[in-house]
């Protein structure tokens, strides 16, 4: 099955600063990778996502890129805010037109610094 | 806009006790995906519902069982609760028919086994 690391699993920056968190996967049929905002007693709220024929997605502070070839994928905050602190999640899946159980990362504990 | 609505909010049992999740997922979506979250972990991919069938399963322990009923909406049946099942239980909701394969949480349920 799938497995996917993600690192760092905990990562202070200053407000202001970007923050980036790398994730990599093992299956290379997964196609659909989004992240997931976890704050403390909430569900994960998807923030971000990407399919593999888009290398790289932007929505205003949040992008994320995609190496197909390497199996990476990257969450990248620009900007960043006291709001933007809470566990950030990847996850990975194969979608063949609709998705299956996503494969989560362990987490990384994004923590912005005033 | 709607969001996927899960209940009980929280949920206290004793050991060998059965409990019961609901999930209601976002109208029109037809697909239904349960999660398990110990503390401080990633999410777990339990099981997914779609069009009432069951669709994929992962790490669900045969003391649960789960259904998705005509009105879409899901149950999560646990038996002979043991301590270890204490953990925050998500459900999430996809339209997949629309080939969308984005995933919504709901805010969980916090189940603990005492």
């Known amino acids: 099955g799938e497995n996917v690391e993600q690192h760092p699993s905990t990562l202070s920056v200053q407000e202001g600063d970007s923050a980036v968190i790398k994730c990599t996967y093992s299956d290379s049929a997964s196609n659909y990778f989004p992240w997931y905002k976890q704050e403390l007693g909430k569900g994960p709220q998807l923030i971000i996502d990407i399919r593999s024929n888009v290398g790289e997605k932007k929505d205003q502070r949040i992008a994320v890129t995609l190496n197909k070839t390497a199996k990476h994928f990257s969450l990248h905050i620009t900007e960043t805010q006291p709001e933007d602190s809470a566990v950030y999640f990847c996850a990975a899946s194969y979608s063949g037109g609709g998705a299956d159980g996503l494969t989560f990362g362990k987490g990384t504990h994004l923590i912005i610094q005033p | 806009a709607a969001g996927v609505i899960q209940s009980p909010r929280h949920l206290i049992k004793e050991k060998r006790e059965t409990a019961t999740l609901k999930c209601y997922p976002i109208p029109r979506h037809d697909t239904v995906y349960w999660y398990q979250q110990g503390p401080g972990q990633d999410p777990q991919f339990l099981i997914s519902?779609?069009?009432?069938?069951?669709?994929d399963k992962g790490s669900i322990p045969d003391r649960f069982s789960a259904q998705q009923f005509s009105d879409y909406h899901s149950e999560l049946n646990m038996s002979s609760l043991e301590l270890g099942d204490s953990a925050l239980y998500f459900c999430a909701s996809s339209f997949r028919t629309g080939g969308n394969e984005k995933l919504f949480f709901g805010s969980g349920t916090q189940l603990s086994v005492l």
């Open positions: 519902f779609y069009e009432k069938m069951q669709s």
